[in-house]
């Protein structure tokens, strides 16, 4: 994988020997494109003060135009590696993710690797600031959450030359490489499953991230083909919530779905902790599952399958997601080709007594 643009190819020529053999941009790279030394530019970065305002300037241009973040670890370890890994998730409160990183975590150890975690949020996202202090720190792989969407984020890591693998999300234009499956598949498969069981007046309760807010609208649309709106209308009734989502958003959801639309007859929640809410809120109301309304969540976390009734969920296998983004981490760090960087792991709608 090329790391370099056509305008940086003559003005950033190979260093004889490279932090990984990955093509990363070098302080050499950037001083050169500056028209000053080495040691010029690492002054410029590190202590600003010692250089004059032009010279400054220049660096700093060439430091935005290539994307180069400062390696913290310069002159450390001779064989150049970190036996360390990142990854980036949105939340750790919510427990969604947590199968993923620990199957991460025991594939990396097992090869001798450590996983560093990062959070980045949901809302007002850290995912830029935090992707520019990993990459300073060089580790030889970053696993992301999702697909990377921020230009600059996307710029910045391919200008590393760090081995970066997505996760949890599908596209055919990965960074580097991807490990995930379709969220708008997951959402028009939902919808074709209740239509199947004889829901008619379906609706939503979704979190207010991309990923969830994706399946949301698939499932609308598929509703809508499949006559599951409500007469007249071209989408199905939906609360959005706050992410990470929570049994009392679920709850508070499906109280003001009922107050505006009590013909109902099946939720789609993008979380199974969102489902639980439903569930707890259709008991309290006297509500019969799923005869009354049809429930389905996502997620099959631990609990669902011993609630009563049974969460019908869709099933994503977090675990094998964790161990192949370990594996095609590995196989780069170790100079071995990745012959599949896009692997689908798709996913399952489990049935239970929900719907």
Known sequence: ?????????????REKKTRRGAGGITLRDVAKLAGVAPITASRALNTPSAVSPEVLQRVREAVERTGYVPNMLAGGLASNKSRLVAAVVPTIAGPVFLETVQALTEALA???YQLMLGQSGYRDSREDALLETIIGRRPDGVVL??????PEGRRRLLASGIPVVETWDLTPTPIDMLVGFSHEKIGAEVAAYLHRRGCRRVATISGDDERALRRHRAFSDAAVKLGMALRGENKVPSVVVPAPTTLGSGRRGVADLLAGHPDIDAVFCSSDLLALGVLTEAQARGIRIPEQLAVVGLGDLSFAADLHPALTTVRIDGTTIGRTAAQFIIDRAEGRPVASPIHDVGFTI??????
């Open 1 to 13: 994988m090329s790391t370099h643009g056509p305008d940086d190819a003559a003005a950033a020529p």
């Open 350 to 355: 489990v049935e239970r007594g929900s719907a």
């Open 110 to 112: 097992e090869r001798g």
């Open 145 to 150: 959450t999702g697909i990377m969407r921020s």
